[in-house]
């Protein structure tokens, strides 16, 4: 079992910047490939990025290239999510995840009923104009 716990989300401006940081705790002998979704009001969860374990393989949301970068600290079991140049869209609640499988990221999307091991409880973004 892992738990995850999400911080750093909050109110910001259009243009500003953002940085969610999660820990995970309990069995941190596995190594878990993390990520980072994120629900909008009314829309389903969304992958925003994930990385995988070993550093080798990052994922990034089309709509966020550019300005988010995902990194992780294996040695303090967490992963951040560096948000740059916030937009209104941005608006959503995010959710750190935990999966010993990066193809399960991969496929989360192709096909979002893909299931995912473990999800932190969420922090909300809100990007105000």
């Known amino acids: 079992q892992v738990q995850l716990d999400e911080s750093g989300g909050g109110l910001v401006q259009a243009g500003g910047s953002l940085r969610l940081s999660c820990s995970a705790s309990?069995?941190?002998?596995?190594?878990?490939?993390m990520g980072w979704f994120r629900q909008a009001p009314g829309k389903e969860h969304e992958l925003v990025s994930a990385i995988s374990w070993s550093d080798s393989g990052t994922y990034y949301a089309d709509s966020v290239k550019g300005r988010f970068t995902i990194s992780r600290d294996n040695a303090k079991n967490s992963v951040t999510l560096q948000m740059n140049s916030l937009k209104l869209e941005d608006t959503a609640v995010y959710y750190c995840?935990?999966?010993?499988?990066?193809?399960?990221?991969?496929?989360?999307?192709?096909?979002?009923?893909?299931?995912?091991?473990?999800w932190g409880r969420g922090t909300q973004v809100t990007v105000s104009s």
């Open positions: 309990g069995d941190t002998v596995t190594p878990y490939n």
């Open positions: 995840a935990a999966d010993p499988a990066w193809a399960s990221f991969l496929l989360y999307t192709v096909t979002p009923t893909q299931e995912i091991a473990y």
